[in-house]
């Protein structure tokens, strides 16, 4: 079987599955299951033999508590901490997450954390759902002594894991002989390690801190400088340190800030993501929250990926803190689609490099070839304020014939803006409901005065192009814009008769050499 069936399979008998083994009908039966679990993972370590998925996922089952309409509120209110996953068969992300999930249960019991995880098909029991406060679909909510707090983590196992400890007491690591920093490398491939030599005063207090308030990065702490070079190989043998470690090139970043936990939280902010990240549907929204101003963006398969990798990260060195790269599977709809309709290349397989600036307000397009020469000019032009920002527009068309001219990104400051005759301009969508009455309108008009020497008719698709200086929201729209006034477009009503748009236009401006063809 191939191992996407397979995985999709599991996924699936686990979803199944969670909805008949455990419900939880008290706490002794469930003690005994975690018993029995425990003798068998046992043998299966004397024995020398790996979990596979499937038993990881039959163990999650005994873990995790099946909520219902009959048991959700005791539960919930029965411990201290309780995360919650709400979801519905039916929903792909939620078959995605709960693997993760899962292998998360599995992995707080290991480490002998207090929270109980929980999870409910919300469609199934909505009364549950609906005490619970879920909305949609997944959901997970951290239960406080009966009192629901928004997860604000990332969505892998080790994600939740890491901000379900930091939520339930355990914000830092401490880790104390030689195999227990071992037995840590093979758990965590992105930390942030501080080494004091007493974990007390205002220094330290502020690394807590820091730890409580991130979301997403283990911290560690350590005393002895003979277990820190175990996780950092260059650690400063005198003083308190603190360095990011994460598994790539540039595997290792030393902090040299005050030690406050706002400074501390800002350097893992611009040093925790890889040189170049792969962007999925578990790691978005962190992505999306980058306090980096700047994003570059490679859209492109697999394969041609692979070639671009070794000089990307090459330039992404270069321009550390300055800019984040993302890379995103081009054949990946759901991710890359959204943003190459930006550029109106949401049809494109070949490889497209794109920028962003922070909050996504201002795009920018490499229009030459994606070498890493043509790439790194981009990325310091781009950190410079020297790009030009990227508007969308179709090819230039041939308006020979037209009588209604078509007006496109590239020909909008010399069909419009640079015209010295007046000109109204259609603004129009392919999916805008009244649109195709206006369009009507318009060339009704623009027959009527055909024989002006001084009035054009014009129209655009802001679906596929765009414009600094064309703001529009509402579609249809019509705007006149005055030859001798082109900065202060006069907005004409879309709804009127040919006759009351005749005499709108009329009172703005004087119609020359006007020959009219056919009655209004």
């Known amino acids: 079987m191939p191992k996407s069936l397979l995985h999709f399979s599991l996924t699936l008998l686990l979803l199944l599955t969670f909805n008949t083994i455990t419900q939880c009908s008290d706490v002794d039966e ?5 018993a029995l679990d425990d003798e068998l993972e046992r043998e299966t370590e004397a024995n020398g033999v790996k979990s596979s998925e499937a038993e990881v996922l039959t163990k999650a089952q005994r873990i995790v508590h099946e909520l219902n309409n009959d048991n959700t509120e005791r539960i919930v209110n029965g411990y201290e901490f309780v995360l919650v996953l709400g979801y519905a068969p039916w929903c792909s992300r939620s078959a995605e997450l709960m693997p993760h999930f899962a292998e998360a249960a599995n992995s707080l019991k290991e480490v002998g954390s207090s929270l109980v995880l929980a999870k409910v098909d919300a469609d199934r029991y909505p009364k549950s759902g609906s005490f619970l406060g879920i909305k949609g679909f997944p959901t997970l909510l951290l239960f406080v002594n009966g009192t629901s707090q928004p997860y604000s983590g990332g969505f892998t196992s080790d994600d939740i894991v890491i901000w379900a400890r930091k939520r339930t007491g355990a914000p ?4 104390g002989t030689e195999k227990a920093a071992e037995e840590f490398l093979k758990k965590y491939h992105t930390f942030l390690i501080g080494r004091f030599d007493k974990f007390e005063g205002p220094e330290y207090d502020e690394f807590v801190s820091a730890a409580k308030s991130d979301n997403e990065t283990q911290f560690v702490e350590v005393s002895k400088v003979e277990l ?3 996780l950092y190989p ?14 790539e090139p540039e595997r290792y970043t030393a902090y040299d800030g005050a030690f406050t936990s706002d400074e501390i939280i800002e350097f893992l902010g611009y040093n925790k993501f890889p040189l170049v990240t792969k962007m999925t549907e578990m790691n978005s929204v962190r992505v999306y929250s980058s306090p980096i101003k700047h994003q570059v963006f490679v859209f492109a398969n697999n394969d041609d990926f692979k070639n671009l990798l070794d000089p990307l990260q090459e330039v992404a060195r270069t321009f550390k803190s300055k800019i984040m790269f993302i890379y995103v599977d081009i054949n990946d709809e759901d991710l890359a689609k959204p943003f190459l309709t ?11 490099v794109a920028a962003f600036d922070k909050g996504m307000t201002s795009k920018f397009l ?8 043509n790439i790194e000019e981009f990325c310091n032009n781009l950190v410079q304020g020297s790009l030009s920002t990227y508007f969308k527009s179709q090819p230039i068309p041939d308006n020979t014939e037209a009588i209604v001219q078509v007006v496109v990104g590239k020909t909008f400051d010399d069909e419009v803006l640079n015209s010295e005759k007046d000109v109204i301009l259609e603004v129009f969508t392919p999916w805008c409901f009244n649109c195709e009455d206006t369009s009507k309108q318009v060339e009704k008009l623009a027959k009527h005065y055909k024989g002006s020497s001084n009035l054009l008719f014009s129209r655009i698709d802001a679906s596929v192009n765009e414009h600094p200086k064309l703001q529009v929201n509402e579609f249809p729209t019509l705007l006149l814009y005055k030859a001798n006034d082109k900065t202060n477009p006069i907005k004409l009503p879309t709804k009127a008769s040919l006759k009351e748009l005749a005499t709108s236009i009329k009172k703005h401006i004087k119609v020359k050499n006007e020959v009219a063809k056919d009655e209004l």
């Open 366 to 373: 490499l229009e030459l070839k994606p070498t890493r020469s």
């Open 234 to 247: 260059d650690i400063k043998p005198t003083g308190y340190f603190l360095g990011i470690v994460k598994s």
């Open 30 to 34: 469930f003690d005994e299951l975690l």
């Open 172 to 175: 830092v690591i401490r880790i």
């Open 342 to 352: 930006m550029f109106g290349l949401e049809d494109s397989t070949k490889t497209v």
């Open 228 to 230: 820190a070079r175990i």
